[in-house]
């Protein structure tokens, strides 16, 4: 019987977290388990029996006064698996995608519904607060649906509490040192997220490339999720333009047998820092990525919230660490008859993209969880084209990742087959010769057009207004004493001031050298 328990580490971050983004952050996390041979009703006792069992199931979530959180009996009525009308498999995860990105009723920790499917057999789905149980526990509850439906017999599994310990003095010095001097993220694509809607793209890789994957792992000597790790670090630092990435991976901390054992939430996230080498090849990269990762997961226990709480209090990750996170999971499920799963491991998101990748049976299976307004269906599918090439390039290869292309083929026949006006251009024309004859045939036509500017909101230049802006900062340099050829460093956002600024060092006979505002100093 539980009286109180405190929430641990894990649970306090993922509270915390959704506290701080309340419109953007919901911490469903679910999965479907679909038995092509087991009707609805069988599915039905089988869960209700499950829920039955495990205590995690048992609890509610209270707060005192003062703010703090402990966990409890529940001793209202019991939860068990809601019978849904008999629906074509299509429509259920249409269904089921919608309510993976709304919070858990209220009252509620957890949600089960249990489908009759038009195509025969039947689906269960649960829905969890991510606050009662990460996603190792999710395969361990369907495990347990799998075990009942092939007659094995249950034990009544404790509610697990146990709270993770750290030398907090010692933690914080390890995380300042590994992210000492880290870039500041650029967001890869523009635009603004809608709220915490997201959509999600499904991909299965075949079982050859599969095996590729996990074959190359061990001959390099690191995990499939490190080839994975490889190509997002690669990706991620060359769409930046950066000499590194830093991406979010949750690590398991069950690190004892009863841990592994328990349902519960012992899941910690950290952020995972890969320096890029491009004179390496990928073999060295995803080495890296492996090190790297192993190096942060040791000092897990200190909690993401202290890490991004630090960095911020010394002026850094002022808008996060990453907004890209890589989750890897290989639950180990089995059954005497066939079975589909699917993992759901973001539920609403205030990040950009999450990479759910799950190893089922032999073969990768890849959700991504996008968010609207950052991403499009067409964005999403060449990062995932782009993603798969790397990897192709990447295992086929010993070249240095530098030649790497990351666009995908889609994107890459797009790019290489636009058509526009063809137009001469003499020889000995220069940039700013090229437009002053642009600015004298179209002086009042629209020139540049910027927004969101952080000075301006919207700004909007005719060619006329962008000569006369260009030629200040042409005459203003010229009057510093800047003579032809000579390099001009500047350094600006991208944004409206960026290209008056250019075309002025240009007409003054200069070079210009861009320098990244969020370089370190």
Not at 93 to 106: D, K, Q
Not at 353 to 381: F, H, P, W
Request: with cysteine; net charge negative; aromatic share 10%.
């Amino acid at each position: 019987c539980i009286i109180r328990q405190s929430l641990n580490t894990s649970r306090r971050q993922i509270w915390m977290n959704e506290q701080a983004f309340s419109k953007e952050a919901i911490n469903t996390i679910a999965f479907r388990l679909y038995i092509p041979e087991k009707t609805a009703e069988e599915l039905k006792a089988a869960a209700d029996k499950v829920i039955d069992s495990c205590e995690v199931f048992h609890v509610c979530l209270n707060q005192e006064e003062k703010g703090e959180l402990f966990f409890s009996e529940d001793t209202g009525f019991r939860r068990y698996g809601n019978m849904m009308k008999k629906t074509s498999l299509e429509e259920i995860g249409l269904y089921c995608e919608e309510a993976e990105s709304r919070r858990i009723a209220e009252g509620s920790l957890y949600e089960a519904e249990i489908w009759p499917v038009l195509e025969g057999g039947g689906l269960v789905t649960f829905r969890f607060h991510h606050v009662l149980v990460d996603g190792y526990s999710m395969c361990q509850i369907a495990q347990r649906i799998l075990d009942v439906l092939d007659g094995k017999k249950l034990d009544f599994d404790p509610f697990s509490w146990r709270e993770e310990s750290c030398d907090l003095k010692e933690e914080k010095k390890f995380w300042e040192n590994y992210l000492d001097g880290m870039e500041g993220e650029s967001q890869l694509f523009s635009g603004k997220g809608r709220g915490a809607r997201r959509f999600r793209k499904h991909y299965t890789l075949t079982e050859e490339f599969s095996r590729q994957i996990d074959s190359y792992g061990r001959k390099e000597g690191v995990s499939g999720a490190s080839v994975f790790a490889g190509a997002l670090a690669l990706y991620l630092a060359r769409a930046g333009q950066t000499p590194e990435s830093v991406f979010l991976m949750p690590r398991l901390n069950r690190d004892t047998p009863e841990k592994r054992e328990h349902i519960g939430c012992h899941t910690l996230v950290i952020p995972v820092r890969v320096p890029v080498n491009e004179e390496e090849d990928f073999s060295a990269l995803c080495r890296s990525a492996f090190t790297q990762a192993r190096k942060g997961s040791a000092h897990k226990a200190y909690g993401f919230g202290n890490i991004l709480r630090d960095l911020k209090e010394k002026g850094q990750a002022q808008n996060g660490i990453s907004q890209y996170t890589l989750n890897i999971y290989q639950p180990r499920l089995s059954a005497s008859f066939p079975f589909d799963v699917e993992m759901s491991m973001d539920g609403g998101m205030h990040n950009h993209l999450t990479i759910n990748i799950t190893k089922l049976k032999g073969v990768y299976e890849i959700c991504y969880d996008c968010r609207e307004g950052i991403y499009s269906s067409e964005s999403a599918e060449n990062f995932h084209q782009a993603f798969m090439e790397i990897l192709l390039q990447g295992m086929g290869s010993k070249d240095p990742t530098g030649s790497f292309s990351i666009v995908g083929k889609d994107e890459e026949k797009r790019l290489l087959h636009m058509e526009g006006k063809n137009i001469f251009i003499d020889g000995k024309d220069t940039i700013p010769s090229l437009f002053y004859r642009a600015a004298e045939a179209f002086a009042d036509c629209p020139a540049l057009y910027a927004k969101n500017c952080q000075h301006t909101g919207t700004a909007a230049y005719t060619f006329q207004e962008l000569d006369r802006i260009s030629n200040r900062a042409a005459n203003a340099l010229l009057g510093k004493g800047i003579t032809g050829g000579e390099p001009v460093l500047f350094m600006l956002n991208r944004d409206e001031r960026l290209l008056p600024v250019m075309l002025g060092i240009l007409k003054a006979g200069a070079a210009f050298v861009p320098v990244d505002p969020k370089y370190p100093q």
